[in-house]
């Protein structure tokens, strides 16, 4: 069949499989797109200053040919680029040896390296004055630039603070600080000495914080007194406090004086400001193992508590390297805004670890994207001279409700490269991002990832530097990533335009260890759905030309304005209010989140309260116990839920009703009591 004519049938056929997607191909004309995508794709060169490893490679002419090297010899590819791109005090002895049905991960068997040397100590000789961090306070115009030599100094100092306190090489150290200098310090002083950290996002609760510094058995937590964001005064220390009484494994706390405000200082807390004038800013870089745990960050999973995401050392520092330089094409000198928090992964491998390793000056964002006002980001790319931007489809979608003239008043001309991240980029969002914000000057790279990848997996970059980008799905598998399409019974899905679920089939080296405490758990969640397969808990589509479309969580995982939250988790905390005797959670799809949260409510016999009331309770409970962005959006009271016989929720009910199209319900024969659909369908008619 002649190409367009195939593509032509191919695109119908997608069309009436999925009418979403088909809307997003329409938009534009992706036929020829399409074929000049692969064109381009299969004529790409690989530039001699992108991987100079390879140059003397006369047989890898292109970027296709590059990839498959990484899938087919991952040793020769992966070892080559650990050596050459990062410093180790012992070289590795083999480069991986990995059993994806037992969850065992080993990259770089044997080497030793310091992640605190490879992000700090070894730019000092060529770049100690080369800005390392700009951290971009909450008000605009009070930026502050810390060198390569000033952070050095910091890490250095932190690392004997957190030594002649007790901290030790193994210890998980709990950081809950806003995305700052000394908070990028806090972590590499941790690396520096062989303690691990384990940054929580410092807007979780105090609940959240001690469950996270329970489940790490940390001794050791480092906080500053308070902060300021979006203009309103953080009691970082206070809900610090709240934490530890309820946490008897910390033994002690440093505080940091980010504000120059006093706080009542409790006999465990050690003044960081102080102790670290008094100490050297020299201190000895330990050889880590390079399978030993670098890192632990807790993320949401589909049950249960949140995990201990736990990463290694040389695996994951070679991948936020690569990732880094290659997906964004960063440059020499070049400037880079990745705005998300620390507390996130995005903060861990594109503001600290990625930047930071490939020599790079980091932005650090302490302030939101709508403070003072909506204009804030393009006013700090203007001043700043930021060259990439990397920030959260969600944010997108709140500032273009803004209006264009929010952007259009400052100057843009010093960004290159529009990255995005968290979840699904819209149509219309990439289109404003790429028109409007970038002139249509710079590729919009949507990357696909997550806390357990390390880095990126997916995303349009790089690849022949002009091979044009689709909106709204991020294309390419990136160098050693083998995804594949399963079927709900296991069956590799081989023609395009199918969906699936997404798994990865060969071992990558960012690929999280395990999760801390709990192996088991790890296997189960990961290898176990499907064996021999990495399993991600996304859908996805894939495109002619193996280009990836993700569609979103297929588990009980919500994306809430790109934060992952278990449904689960918040159904615990509704079910602990007096009144409330059963609830079920589940998303349903909001303009500017991309997800809302929707709770139905069983109430007990007999409740007398207002409704108004336990809203409200039921709402400050969320945000007590796990964060703001946990509280229900919708709360339904319902005297039941649709259940199978053998007592199963069926999510798929509640899910339509929440999104109003319960028009379209499916088989409900099984239900225990199908009459219960009609009374949900009417209650929730009468609260939207
Ligand atoms: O559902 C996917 C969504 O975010 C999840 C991972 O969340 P987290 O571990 O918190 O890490 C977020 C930042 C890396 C994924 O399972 N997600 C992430 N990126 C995208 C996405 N969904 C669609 N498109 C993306 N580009």
Redesign the pocket.
């Given at each position: 069949m002649a190409g367009p004519v195939r593509i032509h049938n191919i695109l119908s056929n997608l069309w009436s499989k999925n009418a979403k997607l088909g809307k997003i191909l329409q938009a534009g004309n992706w036929e020829g797109e399409i074929q000049r995508c692969l064109r381009s794709d299969i004529a790409s060169a690989i530039t001699t200053t992108s991987f100079p490893e390879f140059d003397s490679s006369p047989q890898l002419n292109s970027h296709l040919d590059l990839y498959k090297l990484s899938l087919e010899k991952p040793d020769i590819f992966w070892g080559k680029l650990a050596r050459s791109r990062l410093t180790w005090s012992k070289d590795f002895d083999r480069v991986s040896d990995c059993d994806l049905s037992n969850g065992l991960i080993k990259w770089f068997i044997d080497g030793k390296i310091n992640a605190s040397v490879n992000c700090v100590d070894r730019h000092l000789d060529k770049y100690g004055n080369r800005v390392a961090l700009i951290w971009e306070k909450d008000e605009p115009g009070q930026e502050e630039y810390i060198t390569y030599k000033d952070l050095s100094l910091l890490v250095n100092k932190l690392s004997n603070s957190l030594k002649n306190h007790g901290v030790k090489r193994g210890d998980r150290v709990a950081i809950y600080l806003p995305c700052c200098p000394i908070a990028v310090a806090a972590m590499l002083a941790c690396t520096r000495i062989g303690a691990i950290h384990s940054v929580v996002f410092a807007g979780f609760s105090s609940e959240a914080l001690a469950g996270r510094i329970l489940d790490a058995r940390a001794e050791t937590v480092i906080t500053a007194n308070e902060d300021v964001r979006g203009g309103k005064l953080l009691n970082l220390k206070k809900t610090v406090d709240d934490a530890v009484a309820k946490a008897s494994c910390v033994k002690r706390v440093f505080v940091y004086d980010l504000l120059d405000r006093q706080v009542p200082m409790n006999k465990l807390d050690i003044p960081l400001n102080k102790v670290m004038s008094e100490s050297s800013g020299e201190s000895e870089a330990v050889p880590m193992d390079s399978l030993e745990s670098l890192f632990m960050l807790y993320?949401?999973g589909s049950t249960g508590k949140p995990k201990g995401?736990t990463h290694s050392h040389g695996g994951y520092l070679t991948y936020a390297a690569v990732t880094f330089k290659h997906v964004f094409d960063y440059k020499e000198e070049e400037r880079f805004g990745c705005l998300?928090d620390i507390g996130?992964?995005?903060g861990h491998?594109y503001v600290v670890y990625g930047p930071l390793l490939n020599g790079a000056t980091t932005v650090l964002f302490s302030s939101t994207p709508t403070y003072p006002d909506p204009g804030r980001y393009w006013e700090t790319v203007e001043r700043l001279k930021i060259n990439h931007l990397y920030i959260a489809?969600t944010a997108l979608r709140l500032l273009l409700k803004g209006g264009d003239s929010w952007v259009t008043k400052y100057n843009r001309s010093s960004l290159r490269k529009l990255g995005?991240?968290?979840?699904?980029?819209n149509h219309e969002a990439f289109e404003w991002y790429r028109d409007v914000i970038g002139e249509k000057r710079c590729d919009v790279i949507?990357?696909?990832?997550?806390?357990?990848?390390g880095g990126?997996c997916?995303a349009p970059r790089p690849s022949n530097p002009d091979a044009p980008i689709y909106p709204a799905?991020?294309m390419r598998p990136f160098f050693g990533i083998d995804p594949v399409l399963l079927d709900s019974a296991g069956q590799v899905i081989e023609e395009d335009n199918a969906s699936g679920s997404l798994c990865i089939k060969r071992p990558w080296p960012g690929m999280a260890q395990t999760i801390y405490g709990d192996h088991q758990r790890y296997v189960e969640t990961y290898y176990q759905p499907f064996a021999g397969y990495y399993y991600?808990?996304?859908g996805a589509v894939r495109h002619p030309g193996g280009y990836y479309q993700?569609t979103?969580?297929m588990d009980d995982?919500l994306?809430v304005s790109?934060?992952?939250l278990g449904t689960g988790e918040i159904e615990d905390v509704l079910d602990d209010h007096h009144a409330v005797a059963e609830s079920a959670v589940v998303g349903f799809p909001h303009d500017i989140k991309g997800e809302g949260i929707y709770a139905y409510v069983i109430l007990k016999d007999g409740v007398s309260e207002s409704r108004e009331n336990i809203i409200s309770e039921l709402r400050q409970m969320t945000k007590k116990r796990l964060a703001s962005y946990a509280q229900p959006d919708m709360i339904q009271f319902t005297p039941g839920l649709p259940k199978t016989r053998s007592g199963k929720i069926m999510r798929r009910i509640l899910r339509k009703v929440a999104a109003s199209s319960s028009d379209d319900l499916g088989d409900i024969s099984t239900l225990a009591d199908p009459s219960i659909v009609d009374v949900i369908i009417k209650n929730h008619d009468k609260i939207v």
């Open positions: 993320t949401s995401i998300a996130w992964i995005t491998s489809p995005c991240v968290g979840e699904p980029l949507d990357t696909w990832w997550q806390t357990e990848t990126i997916i799905m991020p991600t808990g996304d993700i979103g969580r995982v994306n790109g934060h992952r």
